[in-house]
């Protein structure tokens, strides 16, 4: 695995992805539109503040859970990386995105955001073959006790 690929994983082709994705969601919405997700400007900001919130905490959860050092070189499986496989992207996909969609309030802005998570998951393959290659059978039974950017909250321990 390069320098890079250790720190960054998926991450930088992900977030250009998924701004190009926002951008066509944009020109859709400007075209077409949906219609906006919550009238009530108070309540908006409410939900997309406890959106902010959650998505923080597994951000920062994620970063304390496995430092500069030990990414790409040592299986972490504690923290937040006890309930998903990347916690970090996790945090964007759920919280971030989707608290901004309803940010814009419209709800093709929604949609981006589900389509994302697809995408993503085709997105951190690379990253996850990298990791089958280091650390093998270890990684591969890590993987079927948690989900990508999901939490697995049972099974197998």
């Known amino acids: ?46 939900v997309v503040s406890v959106f902010g919130a959650f998505g923080l905490v597994i951000t920062v959860w994620s970063l304390i859970s496995l430092s500069l050092d030990k990414r790409g070189r040592s299986l972490v499986t504690s923290g937040a990386f006890k309930y998903f496989r990347h916690p970090l992207y996790a945090a964007f996909l759920l919280f971030y995105n989707m608290g901004f969609a309803i940010f814009l309030n419209n709800w093709i802005y929604i949609v981006w955001s589900i389509v994302l998570i697809p995408i993503w998951s085709l997105n951190v393959r690379s990253e996850e073959n990298s990791m089958k290659k280091e650390f093998g059978e270890e990684y591969e039974a890590y993987c079927r006790r948690t989900w990508k950017f999901f939490p697995k909250l049972h099974g197998e321990t």
Do not use: H, N, T, W
């Open 1 to 46: 695995m390069k320098p890079y690929q250790r720190i960054f994983g998926a991450g930088p082709r992900g977030a250009s992805i998924s701004i190009a994705l926002l951008l066509v969601a944009y020109l859709l919405a400007e075209k077409v539109g949906f219609g906006c997700i919550i009238s009530d400007d108070l309540m908006r900001y409410l």
